[in-house]
């Protein structure tokens, strides 16, 4: 089983990052082999594994030819860290044509190693973005239930049909989700029925409550279940987590 999924939203500050480790650990606790590649120049996914941004970044790997090389973390968990320097890459990008599908490249030796291998893509369309799709069977989305939020999600839905189109047509948004939820806000029940209409069935039933203990954690270096799991955090991205392995019948390959 293998499942290759891009964590994307083009607006900063939603929730990526903290459910690329939060999914990855809840996945590696259900036994799943977990490969995470941050792609976000900011490092965050790195830095919040007390790794210092690093030169072995999936650029670099690239670059140097030596493939990837990735990190362990813990048990069945693996990361390929970020570096401030990915922001470099991106721009040399632009002029290098036959880089094209470079991630897709490196990840193939060795993606059987893993069951899931979920990108931290930073927060852009950009050309990093792009060539996280083309390597993705899935996208899922993390969506802040913001007044603004609905109006960035047509833009992305273009974009991976754009990638769907061209190099790669496995890709699919498989999953969307809503993050720092309060039920008691109408405006937060208003957005989660626009992006009921836009996705359907493909809205996972539960949602990420605001919940402190998720903004905590990293600060302790743990992921919520090891840092509190008791709390509502780890309540919401245990049933996450179930529900993204509930489609490996669908999705696994
Ligand atoms: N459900 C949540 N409740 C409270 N704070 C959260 C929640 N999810 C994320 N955060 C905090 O919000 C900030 C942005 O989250 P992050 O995962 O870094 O977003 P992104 O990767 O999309 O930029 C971080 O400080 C994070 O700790
Ligand atoms: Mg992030």
């Keep these: 089983m293998n499942r290759v999924i891009s964590i ?6 939603v929730g990526k990052t903290t459910s690329v ?18 792609l976000d120049p900011q490092a965050n996914l790195t830095i919040s594994y007390g790794l210092a941004e690093s030169e072995k970044h999936i650029y670099d790997a690239y670059s140097s030819g030596n493939g990837l090389e990735p990190v362990s973390i813990r048990d069945n968990i693996d990361l390929i860290p970020a570096s401030y320097n990915l922001t470099a890459a991106e721009m040399k990008l632009k002029t290098d044509v ?28 950009g050309l990093l973005t792009l060539k ?6 899935e996208v899922i989305i993390p969506i802040q239930p913001h007044f603004l939020a609905v109006k ?16 790669n047509k496995k890709v699919e948004i498989s999953a969307v989700f809503v993050t720092m939820f309060d039920r008691r806000r109408i405006l937060h029940q208003d957005v989660l029925d626009t992006i009921i209409m836009y996705f359907d069935d493909r809205v996972l039933r539960a949602k990420i409550r605001n919940n402190i203990a998720l903004a905590e954690a990293p600060t302790a270096g743990q992921d919520i279940f090891e840092y509190d799991s008791t709390c509502n955090g780890a309540y919401d991205y245990g049933r996450i987590v179930q529900e993204i392995i509930d489609m490996e019948a669908k999705f696994g390959n």
Excluded at 157 to 166: D, L, Q, R, W
């Design 98 to 125: 036959k880089e094209e599908n470079y991630i897709s490249t490196l990840i193939q030796p060795i993606k059987e190693k893993y069951d899931y291998v979920l990108i931290d893509c930073p927060p852009s369309l």
């Design 152 to 167: 960035g999600l047509a833009k992305i839905i273009e974009v991976v049909n754009e990638i769907k189109a061209t190099v």
């Design 8 to 13: 994307s939203n083009h607006k900063g500050g």
């Design 132 to 137: 996280a799709f083309a390597a993705s069977d």
């Design 21 to 38: 480790v939060n999914i990855g650990a809840g996945l590696a606790n259900h036994g799943r082999k977990v490969l995470l590649i941050d």
